[in-house]
Nanobody, 119 residues
Framework: QVQLVESGGELVQPGGSLRLSCAVS????????MGWFRQAPGKEREGVSC????????YYADSVKGRFTISRDNAKNMVYLQMNSLKPEGTAVYYC????????????WGQGTQVTVSS
């Protein structure tokens, strides 16, 4: 059974750091692009970062570029999102997703982990 489980979300002060983890089971990460998305209250889900399944190319939304880092460990079937210099607008539910195509909506998704950035 395909399963993605996110963890690591919590309440953090502005300027703080968090590392989100995504544990994958039911398939291997090889040849899968992996992505992190987020949805803030009252807003649409948006892409944060992704890493491709072959050469490890990465993409970051402009809003997180230079502060967030995505990584993957295929041997452990894990994907990570290191988030530094967090801002209040980063408050959202963060989702991990996997796809073998360019259509994320048809890929596999986790249930999300809540990140709250507030003093």
């Amino acid at each position: 059974q395909v399963q993605l489980v996110e963890s690591g979300g919590e309440l953090v002060q502005p300027g703080g750091s968090l590392r989100l983890s995504c544990a994958v089971s039911g398939f291997t990460l090889d040849y899968h692009a992996m992505g992190w998305f987020r949805q803030a209250p009252g807003k649409e889900r948006e892409g944060v970062s992704c890493i491709d399944g072959t050469i490890g190319s990465t993409y970051y939304a402009d809003s997180v570029k230079g502060r967030f880092t995505i990584s993957r460990d295929n041997a452990k079937n894990m994907v990570y999102l290191q988030m530094n210099s967090l801002k209040p607008e980063g408050t959202a539910v963060y989702y991990c997703a996997a796809t073998t195509t360019t259509n994320w909506a048809r890929g596999a998704w986790g249930q999300g982990t809540q990140v709250t950035v507030s003093s």
